[in-house]
């Protein structure tokens, strides 16, 4: 099995979030346009097209995340479409007023997986209050909780000439692993294998038995670390934490371009190379995604 557990689901109302901010009308057609990208349509027909693309690839499941906050209704219709084959995720600000309203309808009513925090974004720290509202409704509902640390780089913003206010200092994943360990039940994922804190997602790692990284992207972070290769970071992902604790992700997101084959193929490889038994890297490709998501129902 190959399960993708990070690609984003580009909707409708994820493009007209950011019209609103570049000042675009008709955003969900007149930005992908400009972008050289497929109109995404409505929601529903942006669910089948991702569970065909899925097929077109051989893969058989996939984690979608609802890409600005708020825009949970958009990706929970690809959840209900796409039982078998999607699990939801959704962007959250800790700092929004309906906050636990937010999350009970997206766990409960909406099924929707996994709450995406960033940090560095939304400017709200990972042990502030607020997030800790996200992390016990993680706990109640038995979900898990996303947390970009690193560098965050989101090429749509720049493309379109919007500012990026970014503070990296919110992004460590030291202080992820001081929470991770308050709230032991609640799966907590650094994507990126920490996006350029490689180091601190291990320590984070080790501290708190409940964090996983995910494997997504490009990792272009690497340019930060000389000589340092993905073969390297995979050794010592491994080395730390185990294949029991790694998900395989590609940072999918737009179309025309749809799944990102090379992140696959590069991984792969990667894998094989160092030797990591088929075991082992059905875990990676599949099996941590199986154990955390769980069997879906139709």
């Known amino acids: 099995m190959i399960a993708d557990a990070h690609c984003h689901f580009f909707s409708a109302g994820f493009f007209q979030a950011l019209g609103r901010e570049a000042g675009v009308g008709d955003a969900d057609v ?5 972008l050289d990208w497929d109109s995404p349509g409505d929601a ?18 996939a984690m979608l995340i609802a890409s600005a906050p708020g825009d949970e209704d958009s990706v929970a219709v690809a959840v209900r479409r796409h039982p078998t084959r999607i699990a939801g995720a959704f962007m959250v600000h800790p700092g929004m007023t309906d906050l636990v309203e937010r999350l009970d309808r997206a766990f409960g009513e909406q099924r929707l997986s996994t ?70 039940e609640v799966p907590v994922i650094v994507p990126h294998f920490g996006a350029g804190m490689l180091r601190e997602a291990l320590m984070a790692a080790a501290a708190a038995p409940n964090v996983l990284l995910d494997t997504s992207s490009s990792n272009s972070w690497i340019r930060f670390h000389p000589n340092l290769t993905l073969r390297d970071v995979f050794a010592r992902a491994l080395d730390v934490v185990s294949a029991s604790r790694l998900l395989f992700g590609t940072d999918s997101s ?35 995604f199986a154990r955390l998501f769980g069997t879906p129902r139709e």
Request: proline content about 5%.
């Open 30 to 34: 007149a930005l992908p346009r400009q």
């Open 44 to 61: 529903a027909a942006l669910a089948d097209r991702w569970a065909a693309e899925l097929d077109r690839h051989d893969v058989q499941r």
């Open 115 to 184: 709450a995406c925090l960033f940090p560095a974004m939304h400017h709200v720290a990972v042990d502030d209050a607020r997030t800790a509202v996200v992390f016990e409704a993680a706990r109640r509902y038995g979900r898990a909780v996303f947390v970009h640390c690193g560098t965050l780089t989101v090429g749509i913003r720049g493309r379109l000439g919007l500012p990026s206010r970014f503070d990296l200092r919110l992004g460590d994943p030291l202080a992820v692993a001081a929470v991770a360990v308050r709230y032991p």
């Open 254 to 288: 737009f179309f025309p371009r749809g799944w990102h084959r090379a992140v696959y193929d590069a991984q792969r490889a990667v894998l094989t190379d160092l030797g990591v038994s088929r075991d082992d890297q059905d875990l990676i490709f599949g099996g941590n």
